[in-house]
């Protein structure tokens, strides 16, 4: 009786170191995933307002550069909507990822 108890508190007291770096795994894969959603954001909003402000200067090396961050904004705003579709696929991508660097 006395080696069951004990083994009781033993699984009891690792459950939540176990518990603990679960959740901890998870916040930084969400702190990863908020990163990356962030900086899309960034980079759409910043490629948006150039597309509607850099034509007014009227200047041919202005022309071609608004021409690149229209495809850079239409890339990246594609891209964030899909990531957000598929945002747990993303997630469990990131957190296989995050595993595999602590193994190594």
Known sequence: MGKKSRNKK??????????????EE?????KIYK??????????????????????????VLD????VLY??????LLLFILLEFVGKLVKRLIKSLIGQRQNA
Do not use: C, H
């Open 26 to 30: 998870i916040d930084e894969v969400e």
């Open 71 to 76: 495809y850079i904004f239409i890339i990246t």
């Open 10 to 23: 033993l699984a009891a007291q690792e459950e939540p170191a176990a518990i603990k770096t679960e959740n």
């Open 35 to 60: 990163l990356i959603t962030r900086i899309m954001s960034w980079i759409v909003g910043v490629t948006a307002i150039s597309v509607v402000v850099l034509p007014e200067f009227n200047s041919i």
């Open 64 to 67: 071609k550069l608004t021409q």
